[in-house]
């Protein structure tokens, strides 16, 4: 199985200030399509989990464009230009290259 | 508006069966492969079976394969996990998910325990 390995897995953050999360998987995420299948999940307390970002980079309808992801291949980030208080909860990666489709290990993000 | 309802879950003993329900509404159901992705407890997320557009592939992780199966019922617009056998480390919540994660349930508990 494909490993996702989330770094840091403990974020506090003031604020108004940026954050940044990293992915890495264990093998190459681009497809015979060409595409990437990275995406990253936000899970807000006691909520189910809701997608942010597909396909690396593109944003899902209603996600605020401070959030962007970026990356190739193997390594991958999650950046928020200005967390805000509602940004509070765990972010997930996800590959869905592989069979199976496998997650990291979670990232907490709270206010500092 | 689109939604995912999940219903089913709920105690059961070790080698007990439940079976899981997710009515979609608020968009064409055969147009999206549907996925049901499990929690437990304080923990991560595990992505347990797919199946596609038709129904034609399904996938289920290792951990659930020969117990668990995926299906899913057009005119009612409606996917099903089908859960035989279970053990204590299948207790979670359960989700059902649709367009590869872009539409999600509400969740439903599952506890497996004497």
């Known amino acids: 199985d494909v490993v996702m390995t989330q770094s840091p897995l403990s974020l506090p953050v003031t604020l108004g200030q940026p954050a940044s999360i990293s992915c890495r998987s264990s093998q190459s995420l681009v497809y015979s399509d060409g595409n990437s299948y990275l995406d990253w999940f936000q899970q807000r307390p006691g909520q189910s989990p809701r997608r942010l970002i597909y396909r690396v980079s593109n944003r899902d309808s209603g996600v605020p464009d401070r959030f962007s992801g970026s990356g190739s291949g193997t390594d991958f980030t999650l950046r928020i230009s200005r967390v805000d208080a509602e940004d509070v909860g765990v972010y997930y990666c996800m590959q869905g290259t592989h069979w199976p489709h496998t997650f990291g290990q979670g990232t907490k993000l709270e206010i500092k | 508006e689109v939604q995912l309802v999940v219903s089913g879950g709920g105690l059961v003993q070790p080698g007990g069966s439940l079976r899981l329900s997710c009515a979609a509404s608020g968009f064409r159901f055969s147009d999206y492969s549907m996925s049901w992705i499990r929690q437990p407890p304080g923990k991560g997320l595990e992505w347990v079976a797919n199946?596609?557009?038709?129904?034609?592939?399904?996938y289920h992780v290792d951990s659930v394969k020969g117990r668990f199966t995926i299906s899913r019922d057009s005119a009612e617009s409606s996917v099903y996990l089908q859960m035989n056998s279970l053990r204590g480390e299948d207790t979670a919540v359960y989700y059902c998910?649709?367009?590869?994660?872009?539409?999600w349930g509400q969740g439903t508990m599952v506890t497996v325990s004497s």
């Open positions: 199946i596609n557009q038709d129904g034609s592939e399904k």
């Open positions: 998910a649709g367009g590869g994660g872009g539409v």
